[in-house]
């Protein structure tokens, strides 16, 4: 079935220095999607990518969908103590945007 | 605005009990998702509801496992017969349109489940 990979699965990073976190698939993503989960807590919506080559900022965080949508990227800038948590990527599977296929997702810690 | 609203927020069931899982959609939503947890992973889909009608149950555990979305109350993800791999976080999301590109789902807190 469809899978999407996610890597790195942990990043340890010190107050201060960038972090990225990669998606991929080997079948074409439809829609994108980027959440946020907190250490017990509930998946976030950050961000939603839907054409090629799109890119999206919020403030530190900069969101990147490949040309050939089959990747896609999150890259946080100067890490603060406030983005740890989990970062998953989802694909919007079938035109269903309810049924989505989540990456395993990417841990962050950072160190102050 | 009231979020997603779930609960139990943790439940304690022992084998071979019943847990139900309840949630109540953000105002004015009315397509309702579940999606499990493990430890350490990824949410995987289970059910997309509207009311009174499942619209998609692929992720579904063929046996044990059943949700309903009545015309009135919330929805509900029954587990009969618990087994200690059902052991997880069980997030409900909603929608106010379900297949429509564009739409952002919200989740809920979670309804964590633990199987003794």
């Known amino acids: 079935g469809q899978q999407v990979m996610q890597i790195p699965q942990y990043q340890h990073v010190q107050e201060g220095e960038d972090f990225t976190t990669y998606c991929n698939s080997s079948?074409?993503?439809?829609?994108i999607q980027w959440y946020k989960q907190r250490p017990g807590g509930h998946p976030v919506f950050l961000i939603q990518?839907?054409?090629?080559?799109e890119v999206k900022k919020q403030k530190r965080l900069t969101f990147q969908f490949g040309e050939a949508k089959k990747n896609s990227s999150l890259h946080i800038t100067a890490t603060q103590t406030t983005d740890v948590g989990t970062y998953f990527c989802?694909?919007?599977?079938?035109?269903?945007?309810?049924?989505?296929?989540f990456g395993k997702g990417t841990k962050l810690s950072v160190k102050p | 605005n009231a979020g997603v609203m779930q609960n139990p927020r943790h439940l304690v069931r022992r084998r071979g009990q019943e847990a139900r899982l309840r949630c109540s959609p953000m105002?004015?939503?009315?397509?309702v998702y579940w999606y499990r947890q493990l430890p350490e992973e990824g949410l995987k889909f289970m059910v997309y509801?509207?009311?009174?009608?499942?619209?998609?149950e692929s992720g579904m555990p063929k046996e044990r496992f059943s949700a309903e979305f009545p015309k009135e109350g919330p929805s509900i993800l029954r587990i009969q017969q618990v087994v200690r791999g059902d052991s997880a976080a069980y997030f409900c999301?909603?929608?106010?349109?379900?297949?429509?590109?564009?739409?952002?789902?919200?989740f809920g807190e979670g309804s964590w489940l633990t199987v003794v």
């Open positions: 989802a694909d919007v599977y079938g035109g269903s945007q309810g049924n989505l296929i």
């Open positions: 105002k004015g939503h009315s397509h």
């Open positions: 079948t074409t993503l439809s829609n």
């Open positions: 999301a909603s929608s106010p349109l379900g297949r429509t590109s564009g739409n952002t789902i919200y």
């Open positions: 990518l839907v054409k090629s080559g």
């Open positions: 509801l509207q009311k009174e009608n499942i619209i998609d």
